[in-house]
């Protein structure tokens, strides 16, 4: 079971930038695409992007285009999720996500939409 820990979260104004990070850990030689979800309080958790195993294929919440890039680390291990122009709405707890895969791929479209594993989350507040 892979296990994933997230770190990056503050507290930030409106219009700066942070950078997520998650560190996916496994005993076995699994290849994983990852992905970034956020909870708001009182609302459910809702998907912000994912990327393959290699970052060859990337998704995105169409209303965070442009404004939130997700990547891998080098080692594959380590997915990232850099925000900019933060705005008060973008206040949530931030989860990582994986899905193991068996063989890596271009199309966005082959991209999991069910995540079997998640991390415990990183709290991103922006004031006005």
């Known amino acids: 079971q892979v296990q994933l820990v997230e770190s990056g979260g503050g507290l930030v104004q409106a219009g700066a930038s942070l950078r997520l990070s998650c560190l996916a850990t496994d005993d076995s030689s699994r290849s994983y695409a990852m992905a970034w979800f956020r909870q708001s309080p009182g609302k459910e958790r809702d998907f912000v992007a994912s990327i393959s195993y290699s970052g060859r294929a990337t998704r995105y919440r169409d209303s965070l285009k442009g404004r939130f890039t997700i990547s891998r680390g080098n080692d594959k291990n380590t997915a990232y999720l850099q925000m900019n122009d933060l705005r008060p709405e973008d206040t949530a707890v931030y989860y990582c996500?994986?899905?193991?895969?068996?063989?890596?791929?271009?199309?966005?479209?082959?991209?999991?939409?069910?995540?079997?594993?998640y991390g415990q989350g990183t709290q991103v507040t922006v004031s006005a």
């Open positions: 996500a994986a899905d193991e895969i068996f063989s890596d791929y271009e199309d966005p479209d082959l991209l999991p939409l069910t995540w079997h594993a």
